[in-house]
Protein backbone atom coordinates (compact mmCIF):
# COMPACT_ATOMS: atom_id res chain seq x y z
CA UNK A 1 0.00 0.00 0.00
CA UNK A 2 1.09 3.13 -1.15
CA UNK A 3 0.38 6.69 0.87
CA UNK A 4 0.33 10.18 -1.36
CA UNK A 5 0.13 8.29 -4.52
CA UNK A 6 -2.31 9.65 -6.16
CA UNK A 7 -3.33 8.05 -9.95
CA UNK A 8 -5.67 9.17 -12.61
CA UNK A 9 -6.22 12.50 -14.38
CA UNK A 10 -5.57 15.65 -12.45
CA UNK A 11 -8.86 17.40 -11.77
CA UNK A 12 -9.16 21.18 -13.68
CA UNK A 13 -6.10 20.16 -15.40
CA UNK A 14 -5.48 18.19 -18.80
CA UNK A 15 -2.74 15.51 -17.16
CA UNK A 16 -2.69 12.73 -15.09
CA UNK A 17 -1.01 12.22 -12.34
CA UNK A 18 1.45 9.61 -13.31
CA UNK A 19 2.50 11.98 -16.24
CA UNK A 20 3.88 14.56 -13.78
CA UNK A 21 5.67 11.96 -11.49
CA UNK A 22 7.39 10.27 -15.10
CA UNK A 23 8.56 13.90 -16.33
CA UNK A 24 9.56 15.62 -12.43
CA UNK A 25 12.53 13.14 -12.37
CA UNK A 26 14.43 14.55 -15.25
CA UNK A 27 12.37 18.20 -14.65
CA UNK A 28 13.39 18.01 -11.15
CA UNK A 29 17.25 17.78 -12.19
CA UNK A 30 17.41 20.12 -14.79
CA UNK A 31 15.88 22.83 -12.87
CA UNK A 32 17.62 22.23 -9.96
CA UNK A 33 20.55 23.19 -11.66
CA UNK A 34 19.26 25.88 -13.56
CA UNK A 35 18.23 27.69 -9.99
CA UNK A 36 21.88 27.57 -8.95
CA UNK A 37 23.34 29.62 -11.44
CA UNK A 38 24.30 32.92 -11.02
CA UNK A 39 21.05 34.76 -12.56
CA UNK A 40 18.44 32.70 -11.07
CA UNK A 41 20.13 32.49 -7.46
CA UNK A 42 19.79 36.28 -6.85
CA UNK A 43 16.22 37.80 -5.75
CA UNK A 44 15.80 41.44 -5.36
CA UNK A 45 13.24 42.12 -2.81
CA UNK A 46 11.59 44.81 -0.50
CA UNK A 47 11.12 42.88 2.91
CA UNK A 48 10.27 46.17 4.31
CA UNK A 49 6.66 47.38 2.63
CA UNK A 50 4.17 47.43 5.01
CA UNK A 51 1.36 45.59 5.35
CA UNK A 52 -1.46 47.66 3.70
CA UNK A 53 -4.04 45.63 5.58
CA UNK A 54 -3.49 46.02 9.28
CA UNK A 55 -1.03 46.35 11.82
CA UNK A 56 1.52 43.67 11.25
CA UNK A 57 3.56 43.27 14.97
CA UNK A 58 3.95 39.76 15.03
CA UNK A 59 7.55 40.03 13.93
CA UNK A 60 9.32 36.43 14.14
CA UNK A 61 12.33 36.59 16.46
CA UNK A 62 13.01 32.95 15.69
CA UNK A 63 16.99 32.44 14.05
CA UNK A 64 15.21 30.73 11.61
CA UNK A 65 13.27 33.59 10.23
CA UNK A 66 16.12 36.10 9.70
CA UNK A 67 17.22 36.32 5.86
CA UNK A 68 21.29 37.12 4.99
CA UNK A 69 20.98 39.89 2.86
CA UNK A 70 23.56 40.67 -0.10
CA UNK A 71 25.76 43.26 -0.52
CA UNK A 72 25.88 44.67 -4.09
CA UNK A 73 29.36 43.89 -4.43
CA UNK A 74 28.43 40.86 -3.90
CA UNK A 75 25.70 40.71 -7.34
CA UNK A 76 27.57 40.33 -10.72
CA UNK A 77 27.38 43.66 -12.21
CA UNK A 78 25.55 42.45 -15.25
CA UNK A 79 22.24 41.94 -12.69
CA UNK A 80 22.91 45.21 -10.74
CA UNK A 81 19.56 47.88 -11.20
CA UNK A 82 20.62 50.11 -13.23
CA UNK A 83 17.41 51.36 -14.77
CA UNK A 84 14.44 52.83 -12.92
CA UNK A 85 11.92 50.61 -12.64
CA UNK A 86 9.20 50.28 -15.62
CA UNK A 87 6.40 49.33 -12.97
CA UNK A 88 6.12 50.77 -9.74
CA UNK A 89 3.46 49.45 -7.07
CA UNK A 90 1.45 52.57 -4.78
CA UNK A 91 0.61 50.13 -1.84
CA UNK A 92 -2.88 51.59 -0.69
CA UNK A 93 -2.82 53.31 2.33
CA UNK A 94 -5.58 51.54 5.01
CA UNK A 95 -7.91 49.01 2.55
CA UNK A 96 -9.26 45.91 3.64
CA UNK A 97 -8.27 42.82 1.50
CA UNK A 98 -11.18 42.15 -0.91
CA UNK A 99 -11.89 45.38 -1.35
CA UNK A 100 -11.57 47.20 -5.02
CA UNK A 101 -7.79 47.46 -5.91
CA UNK A 102 -8.10 51.47 -6.90
CA UNK A 103 -4.91 52.95 -6.47
CA UNK A 104 -2.90 50.06 -8.36
CA UNK A 105 -1.20 51.53 -10.53
CA UNK A 106 0.64 48.49 -12.32
CA UNK A 107 0.44 47.50 -15.79
CA UNK A 108 -3.09 46.33 -16.66
CA UNK A 109 -1.44 42.63 -17.52
CA UNK A 110 -0.13 42.04 -14.20
CA UNK A 111 -1.11 39.62 -11.85
CA UNK A 112 0.97 41.05 -8.75
CA UNK A 113 1.81 44.10 -7.12
CA UNK A 114 5.48 43.86 -7.98
CA UNK A 115 8.46 45.71 -5.77
CA UNK A 116 10.18 48.48 -6.92
CA UNK A 117 13.80 46.92 -7.15
CA UNK A 118 15.07 50.79 -7.52
CA UNK A 119 13.52 51.49 -3.72
CA UNK A 120 15.98 51.84 -1.48
CA UNK A 121 14.65 49.17 0.89
CA UNK A 122 14.97 46.45 -1.83
CA UNK A 123 17.68 44.04 -0.75
CA UNK A 124 19.46 41.66 -2.86
CA UNK A 125 19.06 37.94 -1.82
CA UNK A 126 21.53 34.60 -2.57
CA UNK A 127 18.46 32.07 -2.39
CA UNK A 128 20.93 29.65 -1.99
CA UNK A 129 21.84 30.79 1.19
CA UNK A 130 18.31 31.47 3.05
CA UNK A 131 16.29 28.07 1.87
CA UNK A 132 12.83 27.83 2.32
CA UNK A 133 12.57 25.39 5.18
CA UNK A 134 10.95 25.29 8.89
CA UNK A 135 11.04 28.51 10.90
CA UNK A 136 8.65 28.15 13.64
CA UNK A 137 6.55 30.99 12.36
CA UNK A 138 2.95 30.14 13.31
CA UNK A 139 0.26 31.08 15.60
CA UNK A 140 -2.33 34.13 15.06
CA UNK A 141 -0.11 36.36 12.67
CA UNK A 142 0.62 33.45 10.27
CA UNK A 143 -3.34 32.57 10.78
CA UNK A 144 -4.59 35.88 9.49
CA UNK A 145 -2.44 35.91 6.60
CA UNK A 146 -3.71 32.42 5.69
CA UNK A 147 -7.27 33.36 6.26
CA UNK A 148 -6.86 36.74 4.56
CA UNK A 149 -5.26 34.71 1.20
CA UNK A 150 -8.55 32.69 1.29
CA UNK A 151 -10.99 35.15 1.41
CA UNK A 152 -9.33 36.50 -1.53
CA UNK A 153 -10.40 33.06 -3.01
CA UNK A 154 -14.30 34.88 -2.73
CA UNK A 155 -15.65 36.09 -5.90
CA UNK A 156 -18.59 37.81 -5.29
CA UNK A 157 -19.48 36.82 -1.96
CA UNK A 158 -18.75 32.84 -2.27
CA UNK A 159 -16.16 31.13 -1.47
CA UNK A 160 -14.60 27.65 -1.82
CA UNK A 161 -13.93 25.95 1.85
CA UNK A 162 -12.17 22.91 2.43
CA UNK A 163 -14.12 19.68 3.55
CA UNK A 164 -14.35 19.92 7.57
CA UNK A 165 -12.87 16.31 7.83
CA UNK A 166 -10.48 14.55 5.80
CA UNK A 167 -11.85 12.68 3.34
CA UNK A 168 -12.97 9.40 3.51
CA UNK A 169 -10.70 6.88 1.60
CA UNK A 170 -10.95 6.25 -2.13
CA UNK A 171 -10.35 2.69 -1.62
CA UNK A 172 -6.09 2.24 -1.54
CA UNK A 173 -4.39 3.11 1.80
CA UNK A 174 -4.67 3.69 5.43
CA UNK A 175 -2.42 5.72 7.17
CA UNK A 176 -1.76 3.93 10.38
CA UNK A 177 -0.64 6.34 13.19
CA UNK A 178 0.42 4.71 15.78
CA UNK A 179 3.23 3.44 12.93
CA UNK A 180 4.45 6.56 14.18
CA UNK A 181 6.99 7.83 17.14
CA UNK A 182 5.07 10.25 19.14
CA UNK A 183 1.90 9.12 17.56
CA UNK A 184 0.13 9.20 20.93
CA UNK A 185 0.79 13.22 21.40
CA UNK A 186 -1.57 13.50 17.96
CA UNK A 187 -4.13 11.99 19.97
CA UNK A 188 -5.94 9.76 17.17
CA UNK A 189 -6.76 6.87 16.37
CA UNK A 190 -4.35 4.37 14.36
CA UNK A 191 -5.90 3.83 10.81
CA UNK A 192 -7.31 6.94 10.06
CA UNK A 193 -8.78 6.81 6.65
CA UNK A 194 -8.32 9.64 4.19
CA UNK A 195 -6.15 8.97 1.69
CA UNK A 196 -4.95 9.71 -1.63
CA UNK A 197 -6.45 7.80 -4.50
CA UNK A 198 -9.19 9.38 -2.54
CA UNK A 199 -8.71 11.84 -5.23
CA UNK A 200 -11.16 9.86 -7.28
CA UNK A 201 -13.85 11.72 -3.77
CA UNK A 202 -15.54 14.63 -4.00
CA UNK A 203 -13.70 17.77 -5.13
CA UNK A 204 -11.99 20.02 -2.46
CA UNK A 205 -14.13 22.75 -3.47
CA UNK A 206 -17.06 22.89 -1.34
CA UNK A 207 -20.80 22.32 -2.02
CA UNK A 208 -20.98 24.80 -4.34
CA UNK A 209 -21.12 23.93 -8.05
CA UNK A 210 -18.34 26.75 -8.78
CA UNK A 211 -16.57 27.50 -12.57
CA UNK A 212 -13.22 26.27 -13.40
CA UNK A 213 -12.13 29.84 -13.27
CA UNK A 214 -13.38 30.48 -9.36
CA UNK A 215 -11.57 26.63 -9.09
CA UNK A 216 -8.65 27.34 -10.54
CA UNK A 217 -8.03 29.77 -7.80
CA UNK A 218 -8.87 28.20 -5.24
CA UNK A 219 -6.25 25.25 -6.53
CA UNK A 220 -3.37 27.70 -6.83
CA UNK A 221 -3.60 29.23 -3.55
CA UNK A 222 -4.33 25.86 -1.62
CA UNK A 223 -1.58 24.24 -3.90
CA UNK A 224 0.76 26.98 -2.85
CA UNK A 225 0.09 26.33 0.85
CA UNK A 226 0.43 22.48 0.57
CA UNK A 227 3.60 23.18 -0.96
CA UNK A 228 4.87 25.32 1.41
CA UNK A 229 4.00 22.63 4.30
CA UNK A 230 5.50 20.37 2.74
CA UNK A 231 9.08 22.34 2.21
CA UNK A 232 8.38 22.94 6.24
CA UNK A 233 7.63 18.94 7.31
CA UNK A 234 10.51 18.54 4.80
CA UNK A 235 13.20 20.32 6.33
CA UNK A 236 11.98 20.19 9.49
CA UNK A 237 14.25 21.29 12.40
CA UNK A 238 14.25 18.58 15.65
CA UNK A 239 13.96 21.57 18.42
CA UNK A 240 15.86 19.10 20.66
CA UNK A 241 18.52 17.48 18.71
CA UNK A 242 19.01 20.43 16.16
CA UNK A 243 19.05 18.09 13.53
CA UNK A 244 17.27 18.93 9.87
CA UNK A 245 15.60 16.07 8.99
CA UNK A 246 12.65 14.98 7.11
CA UNK A 247 9.42 14.91 9.56
CA UNK A 248 6.59 12.20 8.58
CA UNK A 249 3.93 13.25 11.05
CA UNK A 250 4.18 16.32 10.30
CA UNK A 251 3.71 15.42 6.89
CA UNK A 252 0.79 12.83 7.72
CA UNK A 253 -0.91 15.95 9.88
CA UNK A 254 -0.83 18.76 7.22
CA UNK A 255 -1.06 16.58 3.72
CA UNK A 256 -1.81 12.93 4.07
CA UNK A 257 -4.86 13.48 5.64
CA UNK A 258 -5.71 16.26 3.31
CA UNK A 259 -5.46 14.63 0.30
CA UNK A 260 -7.19 17.42 -1.65
CA UNK A 261 -4.24 19.18 -0.40
CA UNK A 262 -1.52 17.14 -2.60
CA UNK A 263 -3.82 17.64 -6.04
CA UNK A 264 -3.68 21.06 -5.62
CA UNK A 265 0.23 21.14 -5.53
CA UNK A 266 -0.05 18.71 -8.62
CA UNK A 267 -2.30 21.51 -10.22
CA UNK A 268 0.26 24.27 -9.55
CA UNK A 269 3.38 21.59 -11.13
CA UNK A 270 1.22 21.58 -14.41
CA UNK A 271 0.30 25.16 -14.57
CA UNK A 272 3.57 26.42 -13.81
CA UNK A 273 5.11 24.02 -16.40
CA UNK A 274 2.99 25.09 -18.91
CA UNK A 275 3.59 28.61 -18.52
CA UNK A 276 7.77 27.27 -18.62
CA UNK A 277 6.87 25.90 -22.01
CA UNK A 278 5.10 29.05 -23.34
CA UNK A 279 8.47 30.98 -22.50
CA UNK A 280 9.80 28.93 -25.91
CA UNK A 281 6.53 29.87 -28.14
CA UNK A 282 8.61 31.97 -30.76
CA UNK A 283 5.78 33.49 -31.54
CA UNK A 284 4.01 34.35 -28.37
CA UNK A 285 7.12 34.51 -26.52
CA UNK A 286 8.29 36.42 -23.88
CA UNK A 287 11.06 39.46 -23.99
CA UNK A 288 13.31 40.64 -20.93
CA UNK A 289 13.05 44.23 -19.75
CA UNK A 290 16.40 45.77 -21.81
CA UNK A 291 18.97 45.52 -19.59
CA UNK A 292 17.68 41.91 -17.87
CA UNK A 293 19.25 39.57 -20.79
CA UNK A 294 20.62 36.62 -19.97
CA UNK A 295 23.93 36.74 -20.95
CA UNK A 296 26.38 33.56 -19.92
CA UNK A 297 25.40 30.60 -22.56
CA UNK A 298 25.16 27.70 -20.06
CA UNK A 299 22.24 29.08 -18.80
CA UNK A 300 20.52 29.93 -21.90
CA UNK A 301 21.24 26.07 -22.80
CA UNK A 302 19.96 24.96 -19.41
CA UNK A 303 16.77 27.61 -19.78
CA UNK A 304 16.15 26.19 -22.75
CA UNK A 305 16.63 22.14 -21.29
CA UNK A 306 14.27 23.15 -18.93
CA UNK A 307 11.91 24.74 -21.25
CA UNK A 308 12.04 21.41 -23.55
CA UNK A 309 11.35 19.12 -20.48
CA UNK A 310 8.23 21.20 -19.79
CA UNK A 311 6.73 21.16 -23.63
CA UNK A 312 7.08 17.10 -23.59
CA UNK A 313 3.76 17.15 -21.65
CA UNK A 314 1.74 18.10 -24.76
CA UNK A 315 -1.44 18.95 -22.33
CA UNK A 316 -0.87 19.94 -18.92
CA UNK A 317 -3.34 22.78 -18.50
CA UNK A 318 -5.46 24.04 -21.49
CA UNK A 319 -5.78 27.84 -20.33
CA UNK A 320 -7.87 27.97 -23.52
CA UNK A 321 -10.98 27.09 -21.61
CA UNK A 322 -10.22 30.02 -18.70
CA UNK A 323 -11.68 33.19 -19.55
CA UNK A 324 -13.39 32.27 -22.90
CA UNK A 325 -15.62 33.88 -25.25
CA UNK A 326 -15.28 37.29 -25.83
CA UNK A 327 -18.38 38.43 -23.40
CA UNK A 328 -18.62 40.94 -20.87
CA UNK A 329 -18.90 38.46 -18.76
CA UNK A 330 -15.50 36.63 -18.92
CA UNK A 331 -13.48 39.50 -19.29
CA UNK A 332 -14.54 41.00 -16.23
CA UNK A 333 -14.28 37.81 -14.19
CA UNK A 334 -10.74 37.97 -16.12
CA UNK A 335 -10.07 41.39 -13.86
CA UNK A 336 -11.44 40.37 -11.25
CA UNK A 337 -9.20 37.19 -10.99
CA UNK A 338 -6.17 39.55 -11.41
CA UNK A 339 -7.37 41.84 -8.91
CA UNK A 340 -7.95 39.31 -6.21
CA UNK A 341 -4.59 37.56 -7.32
CA UNK A 342 -2.62 40.83 -6.85
CA UNK A 343 -4.46 41.51 -3.22
CA UNK A 344 -3.05 37.95 -2.38
CA UNK A 345 0.23 39.38 -3.09
CA UNK A 346 0.16 42.37 -0.93
CA UNK A 347 -1.03 39.85 1.80
CA UNK A 348 2.73 38.37 1.20
CA UNK A 349 3.56 41.99 3.10
CA UNK A 350 1.83 40.67 6.05
CA UNK A 351 3.51 37.68 6.74
CA UNK A 352 5.63 38.60 9.81
CA UNK A 353 8.90 36.52 9.54
CA UNK A 354 11.30 37.36 7.08
CA UNK A 355 12.11 33.69 5.53
CA UNK A 356 9.00 32.99 4.81
CA UNK A 357 7.67 36.47 3.30
CA UNK A 358 11.03 36.27 1.22
CA UNK A 359 9.40 32.86 -0.25
CA UNK A 360 6.17 33.55 -0.11
CA UNK A 361 6.68 36.68 -2.10
CA UNK A 362 8.57 34.65 -4.32
CA UNK A 363 6.42 31.88 -5.07
CA UNK A 364 3.61 34.21 -5.22
CA UNK A 365 5.13 36.65 -7.95
CA UNK A 366 6.46 32.95 -9.65
CA UNK A 367 2.65 32.11 -10.10
CA UNK A 368 1.63 35.66 -11.13
CA UNK A 369 3.76 36.08 -13.87
CA UNK A 370 2.67 32.64 -14.78
CA UNK A 371 -0.53 33.65 -15.04
CA UNK A 372 0.90 36.61 -16.80
CA UNK A 373 2.24 34.39 -19.46
CA UNK A 374 -0.95 31.81 -20.06
CA UNK A 375 -3.29 35.13 -20.10
CA UNK A 376 -1.64 37.90 -22.12
CA UNK A 377 -5.10 37.82 -24.42
CA UNK A 378 -6.39 41.19 -24.55
CA UNK A 379 -9.89 41.51 -25.08
CA UNK A 380 -10.27 40.88 -28.81
CA UNK A 381 -8.72 37.49 -27.75
CA UNK A 382 -5.22 38.30 -29.15
CA UNK A 383 -2.12 37.28 -27.83
CA UNK A 384 0.45 39.43 -27.25
CA UNK A 385 4.76 39.19 -26.36
CA UNK A 386 5.03 39.38 -22.94
CA UNK A 387 7.23 41.62 -21.64
CA UNK A 388 9.22 40.01 -18.27
CA UNK A 389 11.36 42.15 -15.30
CA UNK A 390 13.85 39.96 -14.48
CA UNK A 391 12.40 39.29 -10.94
CA UNK A 392 10.00 37.90 -12.80
CA UNK A 393 11.66 35.05 -14.61
CA UNK A 394 13.79 34.33 -11.51
CA UNK A 395 10.44 34.28 -9.47
CA UNK A 396 8.79 31.76 -12.28
CA UNK A 397 11.82 29.57 -11.89
CA UNK A 398 12.04 29.30 -8.57
CA UNK A 399 8.49 28.74 -7.50
CA UNK A 400 9.00 26.02 -9.93
CA UNK A 401 11.40 24.47 -8.26
CA UNK A 402 10.00 24.55 -5.04
CA UNK A 403 7.06 22.83 -6.42
CA UNK A 404 9.24 20.23 -8.10
CA UNK A 405 10.90 19.80 -5.15
CA UNK A 406 7.95 19.10 -2.98
CA UNK A 407 6.72 16.14 -5.30
CA UNK A 408 10.33 15.00 -4.98
CA UNK A 409 9.70 15.15 -0.89
CA UNK A 410 6.75 13.40 -1.13
CA UNK A 411 8.63 10.45 -2.61
CA UNK A 412 10.83 10.73 -0.04
CA UNK A 413 7.53 11.10 2.58
CA UNK A 414 6.20 7.64 0.95
CA UNK A 415 9.11 5.44 1.64
CA UNK A 416 9.59 6.85 4.94
CA UNK A 417 5.88 5.65 5.80
CA UNK A 418 6.83 2.46 4.10
CA UNK A 419 10.17 1.72 5.72
CA UNK A 420 7.84 2.49 9.33
CA UNK A 421 5.26 -0.12 8.24
CA UNK A 422 8.26 -2.91 7.89
CA UNK A 423 9.66 -1.94 11.04
CA UNK A 424 5.97 -2.21 13.01
P1 LIG B 1 -1.47 26.52 8.65
O1 LIG B 1 -0.55 25.96 7.61
O2 LIG B 1 -1.18 27.85 9.21
O3 LIG B 1 -2.94 26.53 8.02
C1 LIG B 1 -4.03 27.27 8.61
C2 LIG B 1 -5.35 26.60 8.22
O4 LIG B 1 -5.50 26.62 6.80
C3 LIG B 1 -5.39 25.10 8.57
O5 LIG B 1 -5.85 24.94 9.89
C4 LIG B 1 -6.35 24.55 7.55
O6 LIG B 1 -7.68 24.75 7.96
C5 LIG B 1 -6.12 25.41 6.35
N1 LIG B 1 -5.20 24.78 5.39
C6 LIG B 1 -3.96 24.30 5.62
N2 LIG B 1 -3.39 23.87 4.49
C7 LIG B 1 -4.30 24.06 3.51
C8 LIG B 1 -4.28 23.83 2.11
N3 LIG B 1 -3.21 23.34 1.51
N4 LIG B 1 -5.38 24.13 1.40
C9 LIG B 1 -6.47 24.67 2.00
N5 LIG B 1 -6.54 24.94 3.32
C10 LIG B 1 -5.46 24.64 4.06
N6 LIG B 1 6.56 28.47 8.29
C11 LIG B 1 7.81 27.93 8.23
O7 LIG B 1 8.22 27.23 9.16
N7 LIG B 1 8.62 28.14 7.14
C12 LIG B 1 8.22 28.88 6.07
O8 LIG B 1 8.96 29.07 5.12
C13 LIG B 1 6.90 29.45 6.10
N8 LIG B 1 6.44 30.21 5.09
C14 LIG B 1 5.20 30.79 5.19
C15 LIG B 1 4.76 31.60 4.15
C16 LIG B 1 3.53 32.24 4.25
C17 LIG B 1 3.07 33.10 3.11
C18 LIG B 1 2.74 32.08 5.42
C19 LIG B 1 1.42 32.79 5.55
C20 LIG B 1 3.17 31.26 6.43
C21 LIG B 1 4.40 30.61 6.34
N9 LIG B 1 4.85 29.78 7.35
C22 LIG B 1 6.10 29.22 7.27
C23 LIG B 1 3.96 29.36 8.44
C24 LIG B 1 3.22 28.06 8.05
O9 LIG B 1 2.65 28.15 6.75
C25 LIG B 1 2.09 27.72 9.01
O10 LIG B 1 1.21 28.82 9.11
C26 LIG B 1 2.56 27.33 10.39
O11 LIG B 1 3.49 26.26 10.29
C27 LIG B 1 1.38 26.88 11.30
O12 LIG B 1 0.76 25.77 10.68
P2 LIG B 1 -0.66 25.22 11.06
O13 LIG B 1 -0.54 23.71 11.14
O14 LIG B 1 -1.19 25.94 12.23
O15 LIG B 1 -1.64 25.48 9.82
Known amino acids: EDICKPTGKIEDASCDFETVETINSQFFRRIDDLRKTDFFRYYKVDLFKECPY????????N?????????????????????????TTAAPSEVTPGSSDTSCSCSSTEFCHLDDENSSDAVYVDLLKNPERFTGYAGPSANRVWKSIYEENCFEGVKFVEPARPLSSGGSGFIDKSLLSGSSALGGPAGLSSLMASLQAPSDSGENEQCLEKRVFYR????????ISIHICHEFLDQKTGQWSPNLECFITRIAEHPERLQNVYFDYVLLMRALSRLGDSTEGFSLDSGDRITDRQTIEQLDRVIHNARECPSTFDEAQMFSGQTRESFELKQQFRQHFRNVSSIMDCVGCDKCRLWGKLQVNGIGTALKLLFNGNEA???????????????????????AESLRAVETFREMYQEQRKLA
Not at 220 to 227: E, F, P, R, T, V
Open 54 to 61: WNENGLCM
Open 220 to 227: LISGLHAS
Open 63 to 87: RACSVETSDESEIPEEFRSKRLSSV
Open 381 to 403: GERKPVRLQRSELVSLVNAAHRV
